[in-house]
């Protein structure tokens, strides 16, 4: 049961440099999440997407960008790294958007450090 | 904007003891409240909570939503090592399902 897959586990990236988180699910959920937790922060959304073609941004959507082309995908995407956006990357997805009963399930996370 | 937040934010009991993790909350149309584990990974799913006063159990593990006051608590019976870890509570907000999570409460179980 792959659930919901990130790439890379792990990366360093210098400033200025851009890359792509990527995020794929194989339960054919509808809305996908995009968390960055810096320690003792807690989780905070990025951007999220209830379906493919519609995205919108969260609590901290900036120096981010997403896509969502096909409903299994839901890249995150750094332009311009900078090392405020030294974090742990989560990405979640859920069928029904977690009304009615569903819940969010979690990658297992992209250790982001940027120098 | 809608706020989560959890109490105390780090605590260290022993074998056996019960604790009772807080969570309250400030939100616009309010759907869910969810409980986390989180370990070293990712966070697991614990409970979900959508109607007042119904206990959610498993095992040592209940939570309860009070919509009155707000909050939920998570009370953990019988403590464990294993049970070291990271709380996060998280409220589902709005039409679009959003998460808005607080900032977890450590838990350190001694042997």
Do not use: W, Y
């Given at each position: 049961n792959a659930g919901v897959t990130q790439t890379p586990k792990f990366r360093i990236l210098k400033i200025g440099q851009?890359?792509?988180?990527?995020?794929?699910?194989?339960?054919?959920h509808n809305y996908m999440y995009w968390y960055r937790q810096d320690p003792g922060m807690g989780l905070k959304l990025i951007y999220y997407s209830v379906g493919a073609g519609i995205t919108d941004k969260g609590e901290v959507p900036n120096g981010y960008n997403v896509s969502r082309?096909?409903?299994e995908d839901f890249p995150l995407r750094l332009e311009l790294a900078a090392p405020s956006q030294t974090s742990v990357y989560f990405c979640a997805s859920s069928r029904?958007?977690?009304?009615?009963?569903?819940?969010?399930?979690?990658?297992?996370?992209?250790?982001?450090?940027?120098v | 904007e809608d706020k989560v937040?959890?109490?105390p934010l780090s605590l260290v009991v022993h074998e056996g003891d019960t604790v009772t993790l807080n969570c309250s909350y400030e939100v616009t149309n309010f759907r869910s409240l969810l409980w986390y584990k989180q370990e070293k990974?990712?966070?697991?799913f614990l409970f979900m909570l959508t109607s007042s006063g119904i206990e959610k159990k498993s095992g040592r593990l209940s939570s309860i939503l009070d919509k009155k006051e707000l909050s939920s608590i998570l009370?953990?019976?019988?403590?464990?090592?294993?049970?070291?870890?990271i709380y996060l509570c998280a409220v589902l907000t709005g039409a679009n399902s959003k998460l808005t999570f607080g900032k977890g409460i450590t838990l350190s179980v001694r042997p």
């Open positions: 851009s890359m792509t988180l990527q995020c794929t699910q194989d339960m054919n082309s096909t409903t029904r958007g977690i009304i009615g009963g569903d819940e969010a399930f979690f990658g297992q996370g992209t250790r982001l450090t940027v | 937040v959890q109490s990974k990712a966070p697991t009370n953990i019976t019988a403590t464990q090592t294993g049970d070291s870890a």
